[in-house]
Nanobody, 118 residues
C-alpha cells in the first residue's frame, strides 16, 4: 500500500500563490505516476497536472498551463504543485494521486482545500 498526505492548502487572494505538497510513504516502488486532481462543488474531479517519474514527463490541464508547476523530490518521496497567478475559479479541494502508467491512479490523498478570494 501507499499512503499519501497532502499539505499546503489555504486561502489566497487572486493573483497570489500557494504550494501544495504530497508526501508518500509505504510501498513507494509501486508508483511511477504522480498527479494532482481538483474538485469544485458541483463539478467532476479533474486532472490538474501529473508527472511520470520514469522520464520526467509532465502534463497540465489547459486551464492551469503557464500558472501551475508540478515537480517531485525523489529523495523525500514528495511532489509539489506550485500554483501562481491564482484565480477564483481555481477554488476547489485538491487531491494528490499516485499509481502507475499501466494501472492508473490507485492511491489518493485526503484532499486539501484551496480557496481563492479577495
Amino acid at each position: 500500500q501507499v499512503q499519501l498526505v497532502e499539505s499546503g492548502g489555504g486561502l489566497a487572494q487572486p493573483g497570489g500563490s500557494l504550494r501544495l505538497s504530497c508526501a508518500a510513504s509505504g510501498d513507494i516502488y509501486r508508483i511511477n505516476l504522480m498527479g494532482w486532481y481538483r474538485q469544485a462543488p458541483g463539478n467532476q474531479r479533474e486532472l490538474v497536472a501529473n508527472i511520470r517519474s520514469t522520464d520526467g514527463n509532465v502534463n497540465y490541464a489547459d486551464s492551469v498551463k503557464g500558472r501551475f508547476t508540478i515537480s517531485g523530490d525523489n529523495a523525500k518521496n514528495t511532489w509539489y504543485l506550485q500554483m501562481n497567478s491564482l484565480k477564483p475559479e481555481d477554488t476547489a479541494v485538491y487531491y494528490c494521486a499516485a499509481g502507475t502508467n499501466v494501472a492508473g491512479y490507485q492511491y489518493w490523498g485526503q484532499g486539501t482545500q484551496v480557496t481563492v478570494s479577495s
